[in-house]
């Protein structure tokens, strides 16, 4: 159907065929890569005093004051890093004590809130701090490489790291390596992390298995301990019914910078776009529309598709779909793998984005 051509029934201001996702290939500066390691929109506004500690947990008040004295202890000239030693500077010794924070918690009691309200109180430009996931750390290595990455961010004053993951151990001795560079160089630390594999169902996991994990740098983290109850539902959340191909359609042609896909197709183009570049691909897109969505056909392709669901989500666009439900994606022996949490997080991301996306169709 052409750009100019109305769909079937719709209305004639409507005129516009929809984007595609697969006809994008952006290629993304590394400055750009770097520039966008802030929290993502959802919590541009949060700040310590938008946290609402629980009255009976009062490890959560104390989280806030330790969070705001680590954030107020970062100000000043960073010593260290590329263009900021002195010529006269010998390699600086590794910081003494802590460096770093890693609140330990269980779902729910607010932990990306508090890192990004860490990353928004510390008193340096943005260009200085940066904030991302343990995957968009990883893509950044991948797209960049080690040597660079280490030469980018050894400037800034804070690297926060949100769902650090520890159930890829090359990945986790990759970012382990690139942190005791950081440390090195000054970067202070800021981390919270998710749930050991073979522990999905405590919704949390102890700090020492983090502090072990890390390889030798558990001397530069102070764990802070945040105790809630955990609001969010453990299990698979339950879908909303697809639509047709149909409605998925009219809905992609009437609704402003929709995109338009056909789920296998788009599944293809995923594996051809590095991770990082995910961003970049959902750029002005106001919704996505997904037609034939079907089960995810092996882990390489699932766990793209994962990055892409923490993209959307971070971004709060929309995901109308036909086909299967969004919580038939993954396979039994996915949702019982290593990968698992990773699975659970985008069926229940995906699963908002879908009830999101109820508007779009016309009743």
């Not at 209305?11 to 984007?19: D, G, K, W």
């Not at 293809?268 to 037609?291: K, N, Q």
């Not at 929309?318 to 022996?333: K, Y």
């Amino acid at each position: 159907m052409s750009s100019s051509t109305a769909f079937p029934g719709q209305s004639p201001l409507a005129e516009t065929a929809p984007l595609s996702l697969c006809a994008r290939e952006p290629h993304v500066p590394a400055d750009r890569l770097v520039a966008e390691m802030v929290p993502p929109p959802r919590f541009d506004s949060v700040r310590f005093d938008t946290y609402v500690p629980d009255p009976n947990q009062p490890s959560q008040s104390e989280a806030v004051t330790v969070l705001a004295g680590f954030a107020a202890g970062l100000g000043g000239a960073h010593a260290t890093g590329p263009g900021r030693r002195k010529w006269f500077s010998k390699k600086p010794a590794a910081p003494a004590g802590p460096r770093g924070v890693y609140l330990d918690g269980g779902y729910g009691v607010g932990k990306t809130h508090l890192l990004a309200s860490l990353w928004h109180a510390t008193p340096a430009e943005p260009s200085l701090k940066a904030f991302g996931t343990f995957v968009e750390l990883t893509n950044l290595v991948g797209a960049l490489g080690f040597q660079q990455t280490v030469q980018t961010l050894s400037g800034h004053r804070l690297l926060c790291i949100d769902e650090f993951e520890l159930d890829d151990p090359g990945d986790t001795v990759l970012v382990s390596s690139l942190l005791r560079r950081l440390v090195e160089n000054g970067v202070a630390l800021a981390a919270t992390s998710n749930t050991l594999p073979g522990k999905l169902g405590e919704g949390r996991f102890a700090a020492v298995d983090f502090l072990r994990e890390i390889q030798g740098l558990s001397a530069h983290f102070r764990p802070l301990r945040i105790d809630g109850e955990d609001y969010r539902h453990r299990g698979l959340p339950e879908a909303p019914p697809p639509y047709d191909d149909e409605q998925v359609t009219r809905a992609a042609y009437a609704t402003p910078s929709a995109s338009l896909d056909d789920f296998p197709g788009l599944l293809e183009h995923l594996a051809r776009v590095h991770p990082s570049r995910y961003g970049a691909l959902t750029d002005d897109i106001g919704a996505v529309c997904l037609t034939g969505v079907t089960a995810v056909p092996d882990q390489s392709t699932a766990l793209r598709l994962v990055v892409l669901a923490d993209r959307l989500y971070d971004r709060e666009v929309p995901v109308l779909a036909s086909g299967l439900p969004f919580d038939r994606l993954f396979s039994d022996e996915m949702l019982n793998g290593g990968y698992r949490k990773k699975y659970f997080r985008a069926i229940s991301r995906l699963t908002a984005l879908a009830r999101d996306a109820k508007g779009l169709v016309a009743q």
